[in-house]
DNA sequence: GTCTATAAGCCGATAGAC
DNA sequence: GTCTATCGGCTTATAGAC
């Protein structure tokens, strides 16, 4: 008889393949690496992921479900007014750029490094971009203010700026920045 | 006697190989294909530049040197005035991003394919990054404002938002707006 | 584990100027 | 013929894939 697969096999090289992807870019991590760190056999990774291509998609699309989930929990506490909302969603971004280890938006630094974006995980990161700034835009337009264009795209200049600088030397304090602006902007729209 | 050196060698593998590590990245490209669009062999590449590594370095300080003069012909243009060339360094930005083809900044690309900073391209592209922060907050301490850290720090963050948001989909508008944006902190630190 | 392709880097071979 | 700039193939390591 066969031998039962392990369970969590599939996560715990995913796990593996993420951490090392983020930590050194997805074109400088070879797959024998993935399976030296998951101390798994190449027939193994290669069952689970049909290719690279395909690891690497599975892995930028884990990372963008996390993100949905915490826009999602981030507007729950928010509440439903859009002004809150928006903050919440710069809060939680500014936490997770200031997590240790923190090297760069997964997304971006994808695009930045592969130049191909037609593949699945180029797909993937550009939806990503396109659909947070949708969503900030959606939450604008819920605000009474005279030019909701202008706002979104100086919000999205500044959440685009958070990811890169708080990646740079002396970006401890992009993520501070960033909020208060943010919060002023708004209030510099729909107040005065 | 011997055959003489063909003028204008090096600049030509050089031109060849900026070309290529900017359009698909740094890690992406091999040697073989800069020789290849070079149209050189291998030996002359080598006696140019001993490797890669020193290729890429080459092609970064030839950036970084573009960008000193740049800054510097921006500056002469704007005068003495601080917030004059403050916002001159943000137009030259603001031109340079949407030049076609435009894919991003060099050394931002390169810190984020590469994760080791301690080799000679890392540290330029580091130094630059360092370099031109200082001189915006050089040029902020000549403004008589309340908060000039908060200014340099809030005029760095839409330097940082706009070199990556430029590259991304929807990024069309982003140059204006992060010229606007500055022009306006600028105004709000001074003049209010 | 093996296969093929290609990476970076090295050296014998080639050819053009005197 | 001689000398050297330049070329193309070679080596070793590692890539992705089966």
């Known amino acids: ?14 796990d593996t393949a993420a951490t090392l992807f983020y930590d050194h870019g997805v074109q400088a991590v070879g797959m024998q690496q993935i399976i030296d760190h998951a101390e798994c056999g190449k027939n193994l990774l290669y069952r ?8 690497v998609a599975t892995y930028l699309e884990r990372e963008r479900q996390a993100f949905l989930r915490r826009w999602e929990e981030a507007g729950r506490r928010a509440g439903d007014d859009p002004s809150a909302r928006l903050i919440a969603f710069m809060e939680a971004t500014a936490l997770s750029v200031q997590s240790p280890g923190y090297r760069g938006c997964p997304f971006r630094n994808y695009l930045a490094e ?18 947070t700034r949708e ?41 501070q920045v960033a909020v208060s602006l943010v919060k002023e902007l708004i209030d510099q729209a729909a107040g005065a």
Do not use: C, Q
């Open 1 to 14: 008889m066969a031998r039962k697969p392990a369970p969590g096999t599939r996560e715990r090289i995913l």
């Open 135 to 175: 969503r900030i835009e959606s939450l604008v337009a819920e605000l009474n203010v005279a030019d909701p264009v202008l706002l979104t795209e100086r919000i999205w200049l500044i959440v685009e700026g958070l990811h890169t600088a708080a990646a740079h030397p002396g970006g401890d304090r992009a993520a």
């Open 114 to 131: 592969v130049a191909d974006h037609d593949d699945l995980p180029g797909r993937i990161a550009t939806a990503y971009l396109l659909d």
């Open 48 to 55: 689970e992921f049909s290719s690279k291509t395909e690891l």
